[in-house]
């Protein structure tokens, strides 16, 4: 009886070890594939990009939703999608399907972080012009008043300063 044990529990633990050996095979490739575009770019890149999956993200929820909500609202539509998910349920439970359907899955996530990613970056672009252009629109209001009231001795001493600094953003605009 020890002896049936022992061969349960090697059984066991080799399972299990197959188990975590194709999980970390699985999530290797997964990152190799996430990671392509991102492998070969700077950390302040990869900053932005996290940046743009972020703040894309949102809107593209907010357009799923939305979708599903009107796809929802027509009962054929409705009895399609639910059918279609059905299906999808039914891969996921079936052994012989579920790797293709979770391969699927992967793909369909991959492409819709790709849509974040773009989508975040042109939202970020605009936030940053809407930032650039009220800051402009603030200084032309205080500068006027700035240069009325700061005696002549703090004017040397901070308008260069600030020449440079407008100059060196000036050439890394160019």
Not at 68 to 95: C, F, W, Y
């Amino acid at each position: 009886m020890a002896e049936s044990k022992t061969k349960n529990q090697t059984k066991a633990t080799t399972n299990q070890t197959k188990a975590t050996t194709n999980q970390t095979k699985a999530t290797t490739n997964q990152t190799r594939v996430a990671g392509k575009a991102s492998a070969q770019r700077k950390p302040a890149d990869q900053a932005l990009q996290v940046v743009d999956v972020a703040v894309g993200a949102v809107p593209e929820a907010a357009d799923a939703v939305t979708k599903t909500v009107d796809q929802m609202r027509d009962a054929e539509a409705r009895s399609q999608e639910l059918k279609s998910l059905q299906n999808r349920v039914g891969n996921l439970r079936d052994p012989s399907t579920r790797e293709a359907q979770v391969g699927t899955l992967k793909k369909s996530l991959l492409a819709e972080i790709e849509k974040a990613e773009a989508r975040g970056g042109d939202i970020r672009r605009q936030v940053t012009d809407q930032v650039v252009e009220q800051a402009r629109k603030a200084r032309e209001r205080v500068e006027p008043l700035y240069t009325d009231r700061v005696p002549s001795a703090v004017k040397q001493r901070v308008e260069p300063a600030v020449k440079r600094v407008t100059g060196n953003r000036e050439t890394a605009r160019v």
